[in-house]
């Protein structure tokens, strides 16, 4: 095919005649028009203004705007707040549902309901914690969920992490892996966000992770939201962590930390039973434990009996022979610690490895939806646009599962990349007719029927 280059005006031509018609009427992510018409099917405007600082009458955009346009430069394919005055803003400015600001008003609003991070000293160490606490940002994250659909339930499993976001913001400190982040913690449900607190990268998952949960689980209380099963792994493997559990939940499951006292009680398993885990040989056994007997000390001083527990134990022979340093054989040893004593204990190890979800979401987070890309240099500030995001998360979750019943072509384990694709990205423009604004679409939305 041959190129003819006619200048000043560069229009290339080939054998086909091929012309550029410009119109600045016509955008090129149409079908974002359907999901913010969702958003207000959600009254989506009404939580934010009910829920955020109220603004002064000369204020020229609500929050409705400000969180409308920040959320549509992820479901345009944007991955940073700029991407909303240099590659986006031309394009969404002119729609019928919200005005678009500047990235920088956006992020003053996000400044401006930022909440002082708390710094906090371990007892063992002088090391400084730095953690970012804003209740009133995760408390609408949680009443947005409830209208979505999140109910207080018999069966609501709630799974907690934290992961490290590798960063080089001007308060972030080094990791255990010997580079600057953060090491939020977050709780889901299913593959909804409930709740996100920030802290830095030197306070590890266990420092005060009690406080932490503490906050957590009495927000979902104080919205009606019931906990019924706990997950997580072995950075809650901590006696004040397990107390704080058993308070708010009927169910826990935990893996638990090799220890001396673990190797012990793992030593008088007497019934290993030989099973398959894809072409291994394993064994599995249980045997009642009563954990943190030390750590409880001054608890069984005060008389408090410290209860048992069933503790399910995976080994699987070591391929070089190493010998373990606890149990003094050549083992791998895998535990979880629950109360559940229901659940056989192929049941347990399925249930608890089912929190491995919780992985692909922090992938999700951070490659979808702008975690790996947080705009301030400060880390309370850094707070509110983790949780805003993760509200962003939690919608499109909301609108791939809605729209996948409605249109051909969607599916629910979408990526939000393959859903821009599918369809966000078709040529539309409002025009007027009859005093009415109508959409017009330059492609095809197939409707299922």
Same mark, same amino acid.
């Given at each position: 095919?041959?190129?003819?280059?006619?200048?000043?005006?560069?229009?290339?031509?080939?054998?086909?005649?091929?012309?550029?018609?410009?119109?600045?009427?016509?955008?090129?992510?149409?079908?974002?028009?359907?999901?913010?018409?969702?958003?207000?099917?959600?009254?989506?405007?009404?939580?934010?203004?009910?829920?955020?600082?109220?603004?002064?009458?000369?204020?020229?955009?609500?929050?409705?705007?400000?969180?409308?346009?920040?959320?549509?430069?992820?479901?345009?394919?944007?991955?940073?707040?700029?991407?909303?005055?240099?590659?986006?803003?031309?394009?969404?400015?002119?729609?019928?549902?919200?005005?678009?600001?500047?990235?920088?008003?956006?992020?003053?609003?996000?400044?401006?309901?930022?909440?002082?991070?708390?710094?906090?000293?371990?007892?063992?160490?002088?090391?400084?914690?730095?953690?970012?606490?804003?209740?009133?940002?995760?408390?609408?994250?949680?009443?947005?969920?409830?209208?979505?659909?999140?109910?207080?339930?018999?069966?609501?499993?709630?799974?907690?992490?934290?992961?490290?976001?590798?960063?080089?913001?001007?308060?972030?400190?080094?990791?255990?892996?010997?580079?600057?982040?953060?090491?939020?913690?977050?709780?889901?449900?299913?593959?909804?966000?409930?709740?996100?607190?920030?802290?830095?990268?030197?306070?590890?998952?266990?420092?005060?992770?009690?406080?932490?949960?503490?906050?957590?689980?009495?927000?979902?209380?104080?919205?009606?939201?019931?906990?019924?099963?706990?997950?997580?792994?072995?950075?809650?493997?901590?006696?004040?962590?397990?107390?704080?559990?058993?308070?708010?939940?009927?169910?826990?499951?935990?893996?638990?930390?090799?220890?001396?006292?673990?190797?012990?009680?793992?030593? @008088? %398993?007497?019934?290993?039973? =030989?099973?398959? #885990?894809?072409?291994? &040989? !394993?064994?599995?056994?249980?045997?009642?434990? +009563?954990?943190?007997?030390?750590?409880?000390?001054?608890?069984?001083?005060?008389?408090?009996?410290?209860?048992?527990?069933?503790?399910?134990?995976?080994?699987?022979?070591?391929?070089?022979?190493?010998?373990?340093?606890?149990?003094?054989?050549?083992?791998?040893?895998?535990?979880?610690?629950?109360?559940?004593?229901?659940?056989?204990?192929?049941?347990?190890?399925?249930?608890?490895?089912?929190?491995?979800?919780?992985?692909?979401?922090?992938?999700?987070?951070?490659?979808?939806?702008?975690?790996?890309?947080?705009?301030?240099?400060?880390?309370?500030?850094?707070?509110?646009?983790?949780?805003?995001?993760?509200?962003?998360?939690?919608?499109?979750?909301?609108?791939?599962?809605?729209?996948?019943?409605?249109?051909?072509?969607? @599916? %629910?384990?979408?990526?939000? =990349?393959?859903? #821009?694709?599918?369809? &966000? !990205?078709?040529?539309?423009?409002?025009?007027? +007719?009859?005093?009415?604004?109508?959409?017009?679409?330059?492609?095809?939305?197939?409707?299922?029927?």
């Amino acid at each position: 095919m041959r190129f003819y280059v006619f200048s000043p005006n560069l229009v290339l031509l080939t054998k086909h005649d091929m012309k550029v018609l410009k119109s600045s009427h016509i955008s090129p992510f149409g079908g974002l028009n359907f999901v913010l018409e969702e958003f207000d099917r959600l009254k989506l405007g009404e939580l934010l203004t009910e829920n955020l600082p109220r603004l002064s009458a000369q204020s020229q955009y609500s929050w409705k705007d400000i969180l409308y346009s920040f959320w549509s430069v992820y479901f345009c394919g944007g991955d940073c707040i700029e991407d909303l005055s240099g590659n986006l803003s031309h394009h969404l400015k002119g729609n019928n549902f919200h005005l678009v600001p500047s990235p920088d008003r956006i992020l003053r609003r996000f400044q401006g309901i930022s909440q002082e991070k708390k710094v906090l000293s371990s007892q063992r160490s002088k090391a400084r914690h730095e953690f970012g606490i804003n209740m009133a940002v995760n408390r609408l994250n949680v009443r947005l969920l409830k209208s979505l659909g999140l109910k207080s339930a018999d069966s609501n499993v709630l799974d907690y992490d934290n992961t490290i976001i590798f960063n080089n913001k001007a308060d972030s400190v080094n990791t255990y892996k010997k580079a600057p982040g953060y090491c939020p913690g977050v709780g889901i449900i299913g593959k909804r966000i409930v709740y996100v607190e920030n802290r830095n990268g030197n306070s590890n998952a266990r420092f005060l992770q009690e406080d932490t949960l503490n906050r957590m689980f009495s927000l979902l209380e104080s919205q009606g939201i019931k906990i019924t099963t706990f997950r997580a792994d072995g950075g809650s493997y901590v006696y004040e962590i397990l107390k704080t559990v058993v308070k708010y939940t009927d169910y826990f499951y935990i893996r638990a930390r090799m220890s001396a006292q673990l190797a012990s009680a793992i030593s @008088k %398993i007497e019934q290993w039973r =030989k099973i398959m #885990i894809g072409n291994e &040989i !394993c064994y599995r056994g249980e045997i009642e434990f +009563t954990p943190f007997v030390r750590a409880a000390r001054k608890d069984i001083a005060k008389g408090i009996i410290l209860k048992k527990y069933r503790l399910v134990v995976t080994k699987t022979k070591r391929k070089d022979k190493q010998t373990n340093l606890f149990t003094g054989d050549d083992f791998l040893y895998s535990a979880i610690l629950t109360n559940n004593t229901d659940k056989s204990t192929e049941e347990v190890v399925s249930f608890y490895n089912q929190r491995g979800a919780i992985e692909k979401e922090f992938d999700v987070l951070k490659n979808d939806f702008g975690w790996k890309n947080m705009p301030f240099s400060k880390l309370e500030q850094n707070t509110v646009f983790l949780v805003f995001t993760a509200m962003c998360r939690n919608l499109y979750q909301h609108i791939i599962t809605r729209f996948s019943k409605i249109y051909e072509n969607l @599916k %629910i384990n979408f990526r939000i =990349k393959k859903f #821009i694709f599918r369809f &966000i !990205c078709i040529p539309a423009k409002w025009i007027k +007719t009859a005093r009415q604004y109508k959409l017009k679409i330059y492609g095809n939305i197939h409707f299922k029927t």
